[in-house]
Structure formats: C-alpha cells, structure tokens
C-alpha cells in the first residue's frame, strides 16, 4: 500500500556531513523523496513537533538539541515505507541499533541520534503537515 512518511536527519548528523549518506540509503533502497527543506526549527515548531514528549524528563533537552543547528526535512514515499523506513533506522538508542542501520552505523547517544522518521502513517501526516503544504509535495 502505497504511504508517506516525514523523515528528518537531526543537527548532529547535518553538522558531520551525513545528508548525503543518509538520503542515498532512501534512494537506493527505491524510495521516493517527493519534498525536502533544510531549515533551522524555531523553539515554538519543535515543541510542535514533540507535542507527545512534552513533561518528559529529557523533553528541554530535545528542544534545545533540535533548534541548535539545521535540519534536513523529508517527505518520503512508498509501497509501507513507514515501517519500512523505522526498520532502516533502528532503536533510538543506538547501543540497541545493529549496525546497518542508520542510527546502528551513524548516532552518536540517544538524543544526538542522526535522524527521526515517523512511527505510524498518522503521525507521519501530522508531523508532514507541521513543515510543507499538500502543493509542496512533488509527484
Ligand atoms: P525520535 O524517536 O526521533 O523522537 C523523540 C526523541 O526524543 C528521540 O528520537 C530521541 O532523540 C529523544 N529521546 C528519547 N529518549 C530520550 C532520552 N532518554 N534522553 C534523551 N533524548 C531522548
């Protein structure tokens, strides 16, 4: 089934020149980017996009690690790319992250962990919407 989901590679990875890297994975693999946008997240879009985190522990953290550089925003597409793409991703921490994948090869703690992907096609629309307009994504 066809799906979409909103994939971002994080300061840490942006900083060590891994764009390249990480997005050759996805094409490689056959998947489609039908948008992308490097921008610096304001504090009000990252506490947007970690909605679920918030009153967590480690939440000012990952606020203040998410607007401290670049990021590279993605919307990606395929037949279960979702799953697909966890899968290419591994664990948050990367101690439980095998090597091939990318946080498994690539991330350096659990939150300097190189890239986010959504977990679920309806979260990957409401994380999508957050950063490009239906008409910004490209057939
Ligand atoms: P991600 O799964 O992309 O989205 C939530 C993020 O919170 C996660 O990546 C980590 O970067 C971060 N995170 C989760 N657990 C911890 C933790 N215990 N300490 C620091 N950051 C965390």
């Given at each position: 089934?066809?799906?979409?989901?909103?994939?971002?590679i994080k300061p840490d990875a942006v900083k060590r020149?891994?764009?390249?890297?990480?997005?050759?994975?996805?094409?490689?693999?056959?998947?489609?980017?039908?948008?992308?946008?490097m921008l610096k997240m304001?504090?009000?879009?990252?506490?947007?996009?970690?909605?679920?985190?918030?009153?967590?522990?480690?939440?000012?953290?990952?606020?203040s690690y998410i607007t401290s550089g670049p990021v590279?925003?993605?919307?990606?597409?395929?037949?279960?790319?979702?799953?697909?793409?966890?899968?290419?991703?591994?664990?948050?921490?990367?101690?439980?992250?095998?090597?091939?994948?990318?946080?498994?090869?690539?991330?350096?703690?659990?939150?300097?962990?190189?890239?986010?992907?959504?977990?679920?096609?309806?979260?990957?629309?409401?994380?999508?919407?957050?950063?490009?307009?239906?008409?910004?994504?490209?057939?």
């Open positions: 089934e066809m799906e979409r989901t909103f994939v971002m020149n891994l764009i390249g890297q990480i997005i050759s994975r996805f094409e490689l693999r056959g998947l489609k980017i039908i948008g992308m946008k304001d504090r009000e879009t990252a506490e947007k996009l970690y909605a679920e985190h918030q009153g967590k522990p480690f939440f000012q953290e990952l606020v590279v925003t993605m919307v990606i597409e395929g037949d279960g790319v979702v799953q697909l793409i966890r899968k290419m991703i591994g664990n948050t921490d990367p101690k439980e992250s095998p090597p091939g994948t990318i946080r498994g090869d690539m991330a350096l703690s659990k939150s300097e962990n190189a890239i986010h992907a959504s977990d679920s096609p309806e979260k990957a629309l409401r994380e999508m919407s957050i950063f490009f307009t239906e008409k910004e994504l490209l057939q």
